[in-house]
Nanobody, 124 residues
Framework: EVQLVESGGGLVQAGGSLRLSCAASGFSFDDYAIGWFRRAPGKEREAVSC????????YYADSVKGRFTISSDNAKNTVYLQMNSLKPEDTAVYYC?????????????????WGQGTQVTVSS
């Protein structure tokens, strides 16, 4: 059974940092692309970042470039999202998702498996 579990969310002041983790079971990261998405209250779900071992590529939304860094630890089957210089507008529920063809895409419907999400709240 494929399972994704996010952790690491919390409450932080603006300018602070958090590191989110996405632990996977039931498949190997080597074969999938792992994306991070977020949904803020009253807004659509948006792509934040993605990493693909097959394409050897990473993707970042313009709004997080230079502040967020995605990485993977294949031995632990875990993907991380290091978030620095956090802003109140980064407040959202963050989800990780797996795309079985190994393609980083910004379209949520193209991802096959999702975690339950972790709340990130940035206070001003």
């Amino acid at each position: 059974e494929v399972q994704l579990v996010e952790s690491g969310g919390g409450l932080v002041q603006a300018g602070g940092s958090l590191r989110l983790s996405c632990a996977a079971s039931g498949f190997s990261f080597d074969d999938y692309a792992i994306g991070w998405f977020r949904r803020a209250p009253g807004k659509e779900r948006e792509a934040v970042s993605c990493i693909s071992e097959i394409d050897v590529s990473t993707y970042y939304a313009d709004s997080v470039k230079g502040r967020f860094t995605i990485s993977s630890d294949n031995a632990k089957n875990t993907v991380y999202l290091q978030m620095n210089s956090l802003k109140p507008e980064d407040t959202a529920v963050y989800y990780c998702a797996a795309e079985i063809l190994g393609r980083c895409t910004g379209w949520p419907h193209e991802y096959d498996y999702w975690g339950q999400g972790t709340q990130v709240t940035v206070s001003s």
